[in-house]
């Protein structure tokens, strides 16, 4: 990985990338007969992430763009780590992010049949052998990138035995990694993946969707690249990463093919994100170990951690379309990131009032029992989304750090003999404070209104710097709000040299608030709804939440929350 870290907000961008540029080419050349078909081909050993994102977007955006088709294939070669769950997750994750396979969810279990015959075959053509020998002994003997390999003393086995012994490998007669197969091709190759690569393993676990079946299983590599091709797939997008094993897929698609038509392969770097990892194993160890509270943590990068954070979906995409495509490996500033949540909240999230850490004001000239609703407008974005009335009284409760005794020059918030405004209400003015003599705790504020300051009743003239959210005491309804921050203190937790990530996981990346108070119209808010508590930042009801006692998660912060709220 590449120490540099892509901040660049506005970075010119080409307006297509090199790969939809291939994509456009193609059909220009009549490639196909005019056909674009991808797919995206998750392992169903953990949830999705941000980086998957980065590929579904690709595979989806392309075909969509282009009138083609994307399949969803499981990669479920390996039957002992896959779980279903995981494939319910996905499935969910990819419609969540507004893309759809239609009927075509398929799985590379699905061309067990085809893969063995297709060894069968290579078998028969002397280009696949059966070994004998240990895992170790076949590794070591594949060499060096700089020196060529050794041949195994099984190379050249006859075609015949070769035959009995993947059958009978495959009727469960020998143990696992007594014997593997292999493709015959060529040990000094410069590239390591040519070396005789092992095409098949035994494996007597049970897969999850054919059972006992099989006591064989293919290999990645030699599934991936054929998948596709029995798939049809013009454009097989993929990570770096796999540039190096395109030479193995295109030899083993030559020993297949019977007509022009082949996938083209194209890679393109990962995403990775500042503060965080992106490994699923990793991923998996922090949900295991108990660190975070499961793979929907809203510290976590996955897809559905980010939902429950409060990410739209349509942010997520605006991200991946801003950060692009390249044949560069980097990081990208997760900063980035909380923009575009940012933006696209700005114009979607009502705003509401909640106050984290309430302190009690009493407006001692305001009529003891009167209560009167103050119209607010829900979202200054977007008239169409209207206002609402919410309920203003003498006793109200506005956030603790807005007001001091003792303010410096620049403080426009509430201070002894100082005016502030109460957004939507009134302008009033502090008289007296009182103030716990044992332990210094200001515990309330005793201010006077104006009765002629009423916000949207013409000009009373007066003007103050400061407006301050509030919430009526009466009506104020209690919650919880739990405020995130980054999950690591380290810039790249996963990427430092014989340092453990785990050394880096930042010990105060969730704060939870209990007894903040927020507006009665929360009352009905259901989980994932999303909101700006004005001035504090945007906000999203959590899972755990119930009408009697409301959770929120803060999804970002404001960036610019003075001169936002003086505009
Ligand atoms: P593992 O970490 O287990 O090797 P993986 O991250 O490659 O797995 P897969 O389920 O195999 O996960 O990924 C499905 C697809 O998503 C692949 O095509 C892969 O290239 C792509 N993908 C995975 N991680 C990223 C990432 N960080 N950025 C872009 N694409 C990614
Ligand atoms: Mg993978």
Redesign the pocket.
Same mark, same amino acid.
């Given at each position: 990985m590449s120490d540099e870290i892509n901040r660049g907000k506005e970075e010119p961008k080409p307006s297509v990338s090199f790969i939809e540029q291939f994509i456009i080419d193609d059909l220009k050349e009549g490639k196909n007969n005019g056909r674009i078909h991808t797919r !995206?081909?998750?392992?169903p &050993?953990?949830y999705l992430?941000i980086?998957?994102a *980065?590929?579904i977007c690709l595979d989806f955006g392309m075909a969509q763009k282009y009138g083609g088709k994307c399949n969803l294939r499981f990669?479920d070669t390996n039957p002992v780590k896959e779980e279903v769950e995981y494939i319910d997750s996905i499935k969910e994750d990819i419609r969540w992010l507004g893309f759809d396979w239609e009927e075509r969810e398929f799985y590379a279990s699905d061309y067990f049949g085809k893969l063995f015959d297709f060894a069968i075959d290579l078998i028969k053509k002397g280009l696949a052998y059966v070994d004998d020998q240990p895992a170790e002994v076949i590794s070591a003997q594949k060499g060096t990138p700089s020196q060529p390999g050794t041949e195994s003393p099984f190379r050249n086995r006859p075609v015949a035995e070769n035959l009995d012994l993947f059958y009978r490998m495959n009727e469960g007669e020998f143990d696992e990694g007594s014997r593997v197969l292999r493709a015959k091709i060529d040990m000094k190759s410069p590239n390591m993946h040519m070396r005789d690569p092992i095409i098949y393993r035994i494996l007597k676990s049970p897969h999850h969707r054919t059972g006992d079946k099989w006591n064989v299983y293919p290999m990645y590599d030699f599934a991936h690249g054929q998948c596709d091709y029995f798939e049809g797939i013009t454009h097989s997008l993929?990570?770096l990463e !796999?540039e190096v094993h395109r030479p193995l897929y295109d030899w083993l698609i030559d020993q297949l093919k019977t007509s022009d038509y082949r996938p083209r392969q194209i890679e393109f770097n990962?995403? &990775?994100l500042t503060y965080t990892m992106?490994? *699923?194993?990793k991923l998996l160890e922090l949900v295991q170990e108990g660190r975070v509270s499961g793979w929907d943590d809203p510290r976590m990068p996955t897809l559905c951690g980010l939902r429950r954070r409060g990410y739209t979906p349509e942010s997520v995409r605006k991200f991946i379309d801003l950060i692009g495509y390249t044949k560069f490996e980097a990081i990208n500033d997760v900063s980035l990131l909380e923009h575009a949540v940012r933006d696209d909240l700005n114009l979607k999230a009502p705003r509401v009032f909640g106050v984290l850490d309430p302190l009690k004001v009493i407006i001692t000239n305001y009529p003891e029992d009167k209560i009167e609703d103050v119209e607010v407008i829900n979202n200054p974005e977007d008239e169409s989304m209207d206002s609402r009335k919410i309920p203003f009284g003498r006793e109200i409760f506005i956030e603790r750090d807005d007001f001091m005794e003792e303010p410096p020059s620049k403080f426009f918030r509430l201070a002894p003999g100082k005016e502030v405004r109460l957004k939507g209400a009134y302008i009033i003015k502090c008289e007296s404070f009182r103030k716990n003599k044992d332990t210094g705790i200001i515990e309330e504020v005793h201010c006077t209104y104006d009765p002629g300051t009423k916000s949207g009743e013409g000009s009373s003239g007066k003007k103050v710097k400061g407006t301050l959210h509030w919430v009526a005491v009466r009506y104020a309804l209690d919650a919880e709000v739990r405020l995130y921050d980054r999950l690591f203190d380290h810039e790249d937790p996963a990427g430092q040299k014989d340092e453990d990530y785990r050394k880096f996981l930042n010990p105060d990346s969730l704060k939870i608030l209990k007894g903040c108070k927020v507006e009665p119209s929360l009352q009905s808010a259901k989980p994932l709804d999303k909101f700006q508590f004005q001035r504090l930042g945007y906000f999203c009801v959590d899972y755990d939440s119930t009408p009697g006692s409301l959770v929120f998660n803060r999804t970002v912060s404001l960036k610019d929350t003075w001169a936002k709220m003086n505009k």
């Amino acid at each position: 990985m590449s120490d540099e870290i892509n901040r660049g907000k506005e970075e010119p961008k080409p307006s297509v990338s090199f790969i939809e540029q291939f994509i456009i080419d193609d059909l220009k050349e009549g490639k196909n007969n005019g056909r674009i078909h991808t797919r !995206f081909p998750p392992e169903p &050993n953990g949830y999705l992430h941000i980086g998957h994102a *980065k590929a579904i977007c690709l595979d989806f955006g392309m075909a969509q763009k282009y009138g083609g088709k994307c399949n969803l294939r499981f990669d479920d070669t390996n039957p002992v780590k896959e779980e279903v769950e995981y494939i319910d997750s996905i499935k969910e994750d990819i419609r969540w992010l507004g893309f759809d396979w239609e009927e075509r969810e398929f799985y590379a279990s699905d061309y067990f049949g085809k893969l063995f015959d297709f060894a069968i075959d290579l078998i028969k053509k002397g280009l696949a052998y059966v070994d004998d020998q240990p895992a170790e002994v076949i590794s070591a003997q594949k060499g060096t990138p700089s020196q060529p390999g050794t041949e195994s003393p099984f190379r050249n086995r006859p075609v015949a035995e070769n035959l009995d012994l993947f059958y009978r490998m495959n009727e469960g007669e020998f143990d696992e990694g007594s014997r593997v197969l292999r493709a015959k091709i060529d040990m000094k190759s410069p590239n390591m993946h040519m070396r005789d690569p092992i095409i098949y393993r035994i494996l007597k676990s049970p897969h999850h969707r054919t059972g006992d079946k099989w006591n064989v299983y293919p290999m990645y590599d030699f599934a991936h690249g054929q998948c596709d091709y029995f798939e049809g797939i013009t454009h097989s997008l993929c990570t770096l990463e !796999f540039e190096v094993h395109r030479p193995l897929y295109d030899w083993l698609i030559d020993q297949l093919k019977t007509s022009d038509y082949r996938p083209r392969q194209i890679e393109f770097n990962r995403l &990775n994100l500042t503060y965080t990892m992106m490994s *699923k194993r990793k991923l998996l160890e922090l949900v295991q170990e108990g660190r975070v509270s499961g793979w929907d943590d809203p510290r976590m990068p996955t897809l559905c951690g980010l939902r429950r954070r409060g990410y739209t979906p349509e942010s997520v995409r605006k991200f991946i379309d801003l950060i692009g495509y390249t044949k560069f490996e980097a990081i990208n500033d997760v900063s980035l990131l909380e923009h575009a949540v940012r933006d696209d909240l700005n114009l979607k999230a009502p705003r509401v009032f909640g106050v984290l850490d309430p302190l009690k004001v009493i407006i001692t000239n305001y009529p003891e029992d009167k209560i009167e609703d103050v119209e607010v407008i829900n979202n200054p974005e977007d008239e169409s989304m209207d206002s609402r009335k919410i309920p203003f009284g003498r006793e109200i409760f506005i956030e603790r750090d807005d007001f001091m005794e003792e303010p410096p020059s620049k403080f426009f918030r509430l201070a002894p003999g100082k005016e502030v405004r109460l957004k939507g209400a009134y302008i009033i003015k502090c008289e007296s404070f009182r103030k716990n003599k044992d332990t210094g705790i200001i515990e309330e504020v005793h201010c006077t209104y104006d009765p002629g300051t009423k916000s949207g009743e013409g000009s009373s003239g007066k003007k103050v710097k400061g407006t301050l959210h509030w919430v009526a005491v009466r009506y104020a309804l209690d919650a919880e709000v739990r405020l995130y921050d980054r999950l690591f203190d380290h810039e790249d937790p996963a990427g430092q040299k014989d340092e453990d990530y785990r050394k880096f996981l930042n010990p105060d990346s969730l704060k939870i608030l209990k007894g903040c108070k927020v507006e009665p119209s929360l009352q009905s808010a259901k989980p994932l709804d999303k909101f700006q508590f004005q001035r504090l930042g945007y906000f999203c009801v959590d899972y755990d939440s119930t009408p009697g006692s409301l959770v929120f998660n803060r999804t970002v912060s404001l960036k610019d929350t003075w001169a936002k709220m003086n505009k």
